[in-house]
């Protein structure tokens, strides 16, 4: 399709359990993002890839969260050993050029994360 | 570090009501400033924007000034409608950081 695409759409795992989210990005977006909305809270940022760049990942919150772009197109987000904190909708946008003079996001629906 | 904040939620409006959203930011350099509307049950989609102080983003009846004197971003509409019920998200991106940073998002509810 022509937009980012997110999946899967709804995840519910047990505590303690890895996932693993995809994000495939609109084709020729050299940036990706990562971001968390938890319930009644904002975005928070999670982490940055721009090209073939090492990726900002100033805001994972703990060392069970990582993130890897493959082939500077498709993303893959991971949580091992997740926690009920943990649950939340995960956010993934790219752009064409990394921030400056445009900057607009074009972002998915959303990974919706539930730890039992 | 750049950050943006946006005044609180929820807000709930009667329709045709003048709607304001305050939101201010913190830079380091000359970011360009956006805001971005959530709709129930979509993604973040693009509202308006604007890259230099003075400029006046609009679209679809919103508008938002970029000043700099008070480091300001407040979205404005005169007549808000049901249809416009949505999360809306004030935004900064930072040329020389390349990248994107949120406010925590505004709900809005308009009653008929």
């Known amino acids: 399709g022509a937009g980012v695409s997110q999946s899967p759409s709804n995840k519910v795992t047990e505590k303690g359990k890895d996932v693993e989210l995809r994000c495939d990005p609109i084709?020729?977006?050299?940036?990706l993002y990562w971001y968390r909305q938890s319930l009644g809270q904002g975005l928070e940022f999670l982490i940055y890839f721009q090209g073939n760049s090492a990726p900002d990942k100033s805001g994972l919150p703990s060392d069970r969260f990582s993130a890897e772009r493959t082939g500077g197109s498709v993303s893959t987000l991971t949580i091992q050993r997740t926690q009920q904190e943990d649950s939340a909708v995960y956010l993934c946008?790219?752009?064409?050029?990394?921030?400056?003079?445009?900057?607009?996001?074009?972002f998915g629906e959303g990974s919706r994360l539930t730890v039992l | 570090g750049n950050s943006v904040t946006q005044m609180e939620g929820p807000v709930t409006l009667s329709e045709e009501a003048f709607l304001t959203i305050n939101c201010t930011y913190t830079?380091?350099?000359?970011?360009?400033l956006f805001w971005y509307v959530q709709y129930p049950g979509e993604g973040l989609q693009l509202l308006l924007k604007a890259t230099k102080a003075d400029d006046k983003g609009s679209n679809k009846g919103f508008e938002a000034t970029y000043r700099k004197e008070t480091t300001s971003f407040h979205l404005e509409k005169g007549s808000v409608q049901v249809s416009d019920s949505a999360v809306y998200f004030c935004a900064l991106s930072d040329r020389t950081w390349n990248d994107m940073r949120f406010g925590a998002g505004t709900r809005l509810t308009v009653k008929p």
């Open positions: 830079a380091t350099g000359y970011p360009s």
């Open positions: 946008a790219s752009s064409l050029v990394a921030g400056g003079p445009t900057g607009e996001l074009f």
């Open positions: 084709s020729g977006h050299t940036a």
